[in-house]
């Protein structure tokens, strides 16, 4: 059966380690903090985890995701409390300075023709809008790559990307790599070798039973993320023009109209 991106999202009923679940959080605590007050869209939202968070601070929100399965998860479980679309980044079916900020968290690496969709987020956008995105670092030794994955970007490529959009880029790095601990190191040498031997399952489904092996027992994913299940540690100021070797985790926040 074809590998769809419900196969690759994190929904309600999975299993997650705790390092992945504060992962998860802090990208919507981190948001939160660029959203009080504001009209907000999460583009590629998934199920939704991250909205009602969002929601606690901001004036609105909406939300959308390319896959049908995975918006009616979302719709389940908020029903009316958010607006809910099957959309396509390429092609927003919003007017043009609909919003404040634009999220797109864990998808760019999905998306054929990304300065088209830069594009169209700056077309949403009002003047001096914000456009949040994270993915991860391809600049790190133990880096896989998603299945259904078009390109990654560091921080000069995005750069290269986002500005002829009008977008002054700022970065963030999260989740520090610990190669120097014990743990850490071999954790890395596991997921280095996995990776080249091309062992590493296909879905997120799958590659639970390996996260059992590593990180021991598993959470489950929430329908909703509660603030107070998680600790918060602000994700740090990295240099935008070399690639990050130091975080898991990259933060760009590309802020429409002159810096």
């Known amino acids: 059966m074809p590998q769809t991106f419900h196969d690759l999202t994190e929904i309600p009923g999975g299993q997650g380690s705790p390092e992945q679940l504060c992962r998860m959080f802090t990208r919507y605590r981190f948001a939160a903090g660029f959203c009080a007050g504001k009209d907000v869209v999460e583009i590629a939202c998934g199920a939704g985890q991250g909205l009602g968070l969002l929601a606690r601070s901001a004036r609105t929100v909406q939300g959308g995701d390319y896959t049908e399965s995975l918006v009616r998860l979302a719709r389940e479980h908020y029903g009316t409390r958010f607006p809910l679309y099957r959309l396509d980044a390429h092609r927003l079916p919003f007017r043009d300075g609909s919003f404040d900020v634009v999220i797109l968290y864990e998808a760019l690496y999905y998306m054929r023709d990304p300065d088209e ?122 240099p935008a023009d070399r690639p990050d070797e130091t975080h898991r985790v990259l933060f760009a926040v590309g802020r429409a109209g002159n810096p």
């Open 117 to 238: 969709v830069f594009g169209e987020f700056r077309r949403v956008l009002r003047p001096e809008g914000l456009v949040l995105l994270s993915l991860p670092n391809k600049s790190l030794p133990d880096f896989h790559p998603s299945p259904l994955s078009v390109g990654y970007f560091t921080p000069p490529e995005l750069v290269c990307r986002m500005a002829p959009a009008g977008f002054h880029v700022e970065f963030y790095g999260d989740t520090p790599v610990r190669y120097n601990s014990f743990r850490g190191h071999l954790v890395s040498l596991l997921k280095t070798a996995i990776v080249k031997l091309n062992l590493m399952p296909r879905t997120l489904r799958g590659r639970e039973i390996l996260k059992r092996l590593v990180y021991g027992a598993l959470m489950p994913i929430p329908a909703e993320l509660d603030e107070n299940q998680y600790s918060y540690s602000p994700p740090t100021p990295i």
